[in-house]
């Protein structure tokens, strides 16, 4: 199994761009996460679908930021502006069952910097 | 917001030393899971205990759990230059939501 793939790895890009994230889940998984990491405020959940469904965004900051999982091997995660403070590492996880029993596996993220 | 809080921050040892790590969360949970981040990776699962479960041991791993303190343990034993990480515990919050603590970097030095 290749794991969780994130797409890109690195992305620079100037202030008020859109930028889109990508993630594919491990086959067979039925939960996806959506994790921000910054050195200030450490690893936040952003949103969590199941089965293809958003069941908590609240922790999305700003209505700038959306997700989407449109099929059970793909998701994204779109800034529309972007802004600098959005700078950090997204991590997509997936899990095939809730968190009572089932890790989370993490792919090696995408390192976002917005000038 | 964080549930868990791991101390140390930081620990540097000597290779061939066990590392200890803990971790205090705030509110009652199903179970507690560790992770390790190797620098520009992602995250990776280690162990999971429930809290119905006070020790579990995987390799040089051993973690305890103690419900009433609210806390818990990572115990790294003979440890290895490759152990050198990041090492967060996560606790599940309500509705599935698992949260993470701040971590304790770790370095073994050769």
Request: net charge neutral; charged share 20%; aromatic share 8%.
């Amino acid at each position: 199994d290749a794991g969780v793939i994130q797409s890109p790895r690195h992305e620079v890009t100037e202030m008020g761009q859109e930028v889109t994230l990508r993630c594919k889940p491990i086959s067979g998984h039925d939960y996806l996460f959506w994790y921000r990491q910054t050195m200030m405020r450490g690893l936040e959940l952003l949103i969590y679908f199941n089965n293809n469904v958003p069941i908590d965004d609240s922790g999305m900051p700003e209505d700038r930021f959306s997700a989407k999982m449109p099929n059970a091997s793909f998701s994204t995660l779109k800034i529309q502006p972007s802004e600098p403070r959005d700078s950090a590492v997204y991590f997509c996880a997936s899990s095939l069952a809730d968190n009572y029993n089932s890790p989370l596996h993490f792919g090696n993220g995408t390192r976002l910097t917005v000038t | 917001s964080q549930q868990g809080e791991e101390d140390p921050q930081a620990l540097s040892i000597q290779e061939g030393e066990n590392a200890t790590m803990n971790c205090s969360y705030k509110t009652s949970i199903n179970n507690l899971q560790w992770y390790r981040q190797n620098s520009g990776r992602g995250l990776v699962h280690l162990i999971l205990i429930r809290s119905n479960e006070r020790e579990k041991h995987s390799g040089r791993l051993r973690v305890t759990l103690d419900t009433s303190k609210k806390s818990s343990s990572l115990l790294i034993t003979a440890s290895r230059a490759a152990d050198t990480a990041s090492y967060f515990c996560a606790t599940d919050e309500n509705d599935y939501k698992l949260s993470f603590g701040a971590g304790t970097t770790v370095t073994v030095r050769a």
